[in-house]
């Protein structure tokens, strides 16, 4: 098997070939990115398998066999010299939120229809300022009931320099970068800035954008589609129409960035987050539980209704255009969201028996940022001149060869003697991470995880590694750096070996990969501690241990489970519909329980559909071979009942709740999940983002929960002129 990069002292003749193959295959590339040339297309000419890999043409494809004794690769990213740890590691940049009064247009709960012009390479006429799909069914659920109190207003645009960063906390907590300072698009200050086609993100800018929400606050999150309007303006990977997942959001499926309720440039999306606990219109009604509550600006909170063992803290929002969620994932649009509760309230100082008192700061009544960080660690790949580079040929998972946090090439992050909490989250496309912390003498460090995806967990674990990590997973871990000396350095280090995008091949020693003992660019070191000076003020955070209790998950003994579903996640899918705009074909797909065969992801297929306010136990299964899928499950989190059938297999930091569930080779988890408080269409999909474009993928819906329900519910199918439903091209025998 072949690494998928050359190695680092291939010969000058080797990486010229491995050039030309990519420069060969460009035209196409671009062609394809532009939705041109169809997979069929490929397949007809020669130029793609059935299997889905680029048919073994010498010249074309850099992972065909050639004259030279190693197995292929392709050309690893230019670094143009610079070292690891040469620049400091940006915190993210805090979004402003605003009064929903600031919003012009006024949101409303229907999508907005006011007509405007489009523009001719969109086909011309006229069509919606606004991409939700119209009338009662994609209307905002209890819109008047959460009326929004927050507006964040953000753009999806090309790259450009930053003049706004907000990084929430002083230079001095930021490793001494000055925010009043222009920050040119670049991933290290001695690369090129990266073209306006290269890179889209959130405002156009780095570093990566944080939204700060508190439970019981509804926002209004309105999202402007400024890319190009010609297709073709997006440097070979990345399309123009996107939809936003608040991901793993408790909001009504209007606003959860439906695969097919994507929006086209010059349009917005107002997408209403209401930010209410799981169960809240069945438990807890009353909201008489202190510890059911959120945090006021008064410095202490308010009893809010629902569940609280439902509490959730660290999470993140993404594309989800389908087909294209990995190019444009990959591409920048990608965002974290740290919710505050009263539980989690991100002041470390307040004592009321409800606060859980994890590391952040004491100026603020909450979400101070000085000692909780968030990390997004990502492999990205550049070519020759250093922009942006995606591979969408590759259909087993795209790796990059460079390893990057919040958008920085292996940084530098300045700490004080103090515990830290860190939120990491995987925003690779297809790489797993391992991830140790060690000192400089390659010796692992114990850290506590407290949280996996968005929960705390039952009790906080020590480990010396953390578990294998999967894309789009969140861990939070704390650290404390009381026990180092100032001036030492530690590092965080990566442990998994990928040798394709299959999944992870062999997870090294901490020593091993610490030296970089591996022909994967992306193992070892990629985050240097810098120990500084001791705290200014005394740290107010609690000592962590494991027996304390952090959140206790829900009781589920008087809600009994209705019904078992099994989805079998694998290759060689089927694809039974034709629908151009809804159904994709792919070598990937998902098996719905005893109808047998996998098929390919159609967003206008209907695999399942429980009934609103029950509970299901579903069975998730790898179909073999050495893959690994992380499956992510929208709306409602789950709680890992058993791994290969057994109990004792769910290790303590996975007995929480969780949204994205890795499987493993040849695994099986089972989880259980509820379906409360809201409706619609949701989806249920391999988070290894290539595997999910190419396409395993499905809908389910929960539509009986009343007006304005239909059931089975109408599919979108937008456009720039507007957005027309048709019925669904298929509903599964035992969907319902
Ligand atoms: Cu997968």
Redesign the pocket.
């Known amino acids: 098997m072949s690494a998928i990069y050359l190695p680092e002292h291939a010969s000058r003749a080797r990486i010229r070939e491995g050039e030309r193959a990519r420069n060969n295959r460009r035209e196409i590339i671009r062609e394809r990115s532009w939705g041109r040339i169809t997979r069929r297309d490929l397949i007809k000419w020669g130029l793609l398998t059935s299997a889905g890999l680029l048919a073994p043409i010498n010249g074309l494809n850099p992972f065909v066999r050639t004259a030279f004794a190693d197995d292929g690769g392709i050309p690893r990213s230019p670094l143009f010299g610079v070292r690891p740890f040469t620049q400091p590691m940006p915190r993210f940049d805090v979004l402003p939120r605003n009064s929903a009064s600031s919003l012009n247009p006024f949101p409303t709960a229907e999508a907005n229809q006011t007509q405007q012009v489009v523009d001719a390479k969109l086909g011309g006429g006229v069509g919606p300022i606004e991409g939700r799909p119209p009338g009662k069914i994609w209307a905002h659920q209890r819109f008047a009931e959460y009326a929004p109190r927050v507006a964040v207003e953000v753009t999806q645009a090309p790259a450009t320099t930053n003049t706004t960063y907000n990084p929430g906390v002083p230079a001095s907590l930021n490793s001494g970068i000055v925010a009043a300072g222009p920050i040119p698009l670049k991933f290290h200050p001695q690369w090129p800035t990266q073209d306006p086609e290269s890179v889209w993100t959130f405002n156009g800018t780095i570093p990566p954008k944080l939204l700060q929400v508190r439970y019981g606050e509804p926002v209004l999150f309105r999202h402007h589609n400024r890319l190009p309007v010609d297709v073709g303006q997006n440097g070979g990977f990345g399309i123009h129409t996107i939809s936003t997942h608040e991901h793993n959001g408790h909001h009504g499926a209007e606003n959860d960035g439906f695969t097919g309720a994507f929006f086209f440039p010059n349009q917005f999306y107002d997408y209403h987050w209401p930010f209410v606990l799981a169960g809240h219109y069945s438990y807890n009604t009353a909201a008489d539980d202190f510890m059911a509550s959120t945090p006021n600006d008064a410095g202490s909170i308010d009893r809010i209704p629902g569940d609280w063992h439902e509490t959730m803290s660290t999470h993140w929002f993404h594309d989800h255009m389908f087909s294209y969620t990995s190019q444009n994932v990959y591409k920048g649009n990608a965002a974290m969201l740290n919710i505050y509760s009263g539980l989690d309230r991100g002041n470390e100082e307040i004592d009321d028996g409800v606060n859980l008192r994890l590391p952040s700061g004491t100026a603020q009544s909450w979400g101070n940022l000085d000692y909780d960080v968030n990390l997004m660690i990502a492999d990205k790949a550049f070519d020759s001149a250093g922009q942006l580079l995606f591979d969408i040929f590759n259909f087993d998972?795209f790796l990059g060869d460079v390893m990057t946090v919040n958008f920085a090439y292996k940084p530098y992050f300045e700490v004080e003697r103090r515990r830290y909490r860190f939120r990491i989250l995987n925003g690779a496309v297809a790489r797993f991470f391992k991830i140790a912390l060690a000192n400089a003498a390659a010796v692992a460090q114990p850290v506590t995880q407290i949280a996996n995806d968005g929960n705390l967990l039952p009790n906080p674990v020590v480990l010396t590694a953390l578990d294998e990590q999967g894309i789009a997973e969140r861990y939070d871990i704390v650290i404390d750096f009381s026990k180092y000396q100032i001036n030492e350095k530690l590092y965080l280090v990566n442990l998994t070996e990928h040798e394709d995008g299959t999944g992870p091949e062999r997870d090294l020693s901490v020593g091993d990969a610490f030296a970089g003992r591996s022909s994967d660019p992306c193992v070892g070191r990629f985050l240097e501690f810098r120990v500084v000076r001791d705290p200014s003020r005394l740290d107010q955070s609690r000592e962590l241990h494991a027996t304390d209790t952090l959140i206790p998950n829900p009781d589920l003994s008087q809600v009994p489970s209705v019904r078992e579903r099994t989805f079998v996640?694998g290759d060689d899918a089927r694809q039974t519909t034709f629908d151009p705009v809804t159904s994709f074909r792919g070598p990937?797909g998902i098996g719905t329980g005893n109808e047998g065969e996998k098929l390919a992801a159609d967003f206008g297929r209907i695999s399942a559909a429980p009934r609103y306010g029950t509970r299901e136990i579903w069975h998730l299964v790898n179909d073999g071979g050495g893959?690994?899928?992380?499956i992510h499950i929208h709306f409602e989190e789950g709680r890992i009942l058993a791994r290969n059938g057994s109990a004792s297999r769910v290790p303590p930091w996975e007995r929480g709740r969780k949204d994205v569930y890795r499987l493993r080779p040849d695994g099986s988890v089972t989880i259980t999940l509820q379906f409360r408080d809201w409706g619609g269409m949701f989806m249920e999909h391999?988070?290894?983002t290539t595997?999910?474009d190419n396409a395993?993928l499905l809908r389910w819906e929960i539509n009986d929960s009343g007006e304005p329900f239909l059931a089975p519910l109408p599919t979108p199918i937008p456009t720039p002129q507007g957005v027309t439903f048709e019925q669904p091209d298929d509903i599964l025998l035992k969907a319902f």
Do not use: K, R
């Not at 893959?627 to 992380?630: A, I, L, R, S, V």
């Open positions: 998972g996640f990937w893959w690994d899928h992380p391999c988070h290894n595997h999910e395993m």
